[in-house]
Structure formats: structure tokens, C-alpha cells
């Protein structure tokens, strides 16, 4: 159960931020704040800002994950293909010494069917 959500550009428009909340007659398995990024060039691409398309992308991806995929299988990607040019390009490979490209950050919520909360 979503209590409330909001999403509030600085601006006019649609903003580049994004609200992700994903799941099933089971509940939410996923729900994420994409922070998007302000493109300074000011350049559209497909009638978005880079900043807006960018988390467009981001969102579509978290949308394709199938339930209970885990930290534990990125790690497992990262160590397969740690420049990010297989199964997974990107822009940015894992740097010596470090345990990802980027920082991110998720939340994972398993509610049960005795909670009251979730009853109502």
C-alpha cells in the first residue's frame, strides 16, 4: 500500500525525476527515486531534456527486472564483466578498488499478509 507519493519539479514540465513503485497482486517488490540529472546543454532528444531521458531509461530498466532480483546478482554481473562492455554496456567500468561504477541506493519491501497495515 502506497500512504502517499509526489513528485514536484523545481520547474514547469514533467521534471527530470522519476517515481518508480512495481508490483503484483503479492504486493510492492520494488520502488525507486530516479534523481535525474539537470542537462546544461539544453538539448531535447525525443522531446525530452538528456537529464529526462536518462531516467526514463533507468525507470524502463527497473520495470523489465524480474521479482527478486538482488544485489547479489549485480555483484555477480560486475565480477563477470567489470568494464561493462559485455552483456551490460555502460558508460562507466568498475575502477580498481572499488565495489561498483556508481553509487545507487534501493529499497526492497516484503510485507506480510498478517500486517495491519496491509490489510487495509
Avoid: N
Wanted: aromatic residues 4%.
Amino acid at each position: 500500500m502506497i500512504a502517499e507519493q509526489a513528485q514536484v519539479p523545481k520547474s514547469t514540465g514533467r521534471g527530470e525525476d522519476r517515481l518508480v513503485v512495481i508490483g503484483d497482486e503479492h504486493g510492492i517488490w520494488c520502488a525507486a527515486v530516479i534523481d535525474g540529472a539537470t542537462d546544461k546543454s539544453g538539448r531535447i532528444y525525443q522531446g525530452q531534456s538528456g537529464g529526462a531521458l536518462a531516467a526514463e531509461c533507468v525507470a524502463a530498466t527497473l520495470r523489465q527486472l524480474p521479482p527478486g532480483t538482488a544485489e547479489q546478482e549485480l555483484g555477480a554481473s560486475l565480477r563477470a564483466d567489470p568494464l561493462r562492455i559485455g552483456a551490460h554496456p555502460s558508460t562507466k567500468g568498475l575502477a580498481p578498488g572499488a565495489t561498483s561504477f556508481d553509487d545507487r541506493t534501493y529499497i526492497r519491501v516484503h510485507r506480510s499478509a498478517d500486517d495491519p497495515v496491509a490489510a487495509t
